[in-house]
């Protein structure tokens, strides 16, 4: 079992249930198609459209690797949430847990930085700072 996908699994349908599930299917913002270069909006809570990025401060480029990754996440029970190596998405799991991390600052108003986030950053081969996203 991956600790790093069954944790940020754990913290999406957490957050999902709260009523808080982000969006990745259409813009976040006015349910267009989102941006071929895949920006997320923590404040908006998923991707965005071009024209509704370009009004948006704070966005982040995801890659698609990472979006497939938080995809993923959502769409399995946290249970299943296994083996995250064989489904060849550790290589992003540093970008995933910045864009989450970023999503629950925004919305959770005291969130301060789970102890668990803390943890996935000290696990060994977890390269927080290579998988970082890109700033838009």
């Known amino acids: 079992v991956s600790l790093p996908a069954v944790t940020l ?4 349908q957490v957050a999902s249930l709260l009523g808080y599930r ?5 813009c976040a913002n006015c349910g267009e198609a989102i941006s071929s270069r895949r920006l997320f909006s923590p404040a ?12 948006e401060p704070g966005t982040v480029t995801l890659s698609a690797d990472g979006l497939a990754g938080l995809t993923l ?13 064989a489904l060849g998405e550790v290589r992003r ?10 999503f629950l ?3 959770f108003q005291r969130f ?19 998988d970082a996203p890109c700033p838009a």
């Open 44 to 55: 908006r809570g998923g991707l965005l459209c071009d024209r509704c990025a370009a009004m």
């Open 93 to 102: 799991s540093g970008e995933i847990l910045r864009v989450v991390e970023a």
């Open 9 to 12: 699994a754990f913290q999406l």
């Open 105 to 107: 600052k925004h919305h």
């Open 112 to 130: 301060q930085g789970l102890k668990s986030l803390e943890m996935l950053r000290s696990l060994p081969g977890f390269d927080a700072e290579r």
């Open 73 to 85: 996440l959502l769409s399995r029970p946290v249970a299943e949430a296994v083996d995250w190596d």
């Open 22 to 26: 982000p969006r990745l299917d259409a």
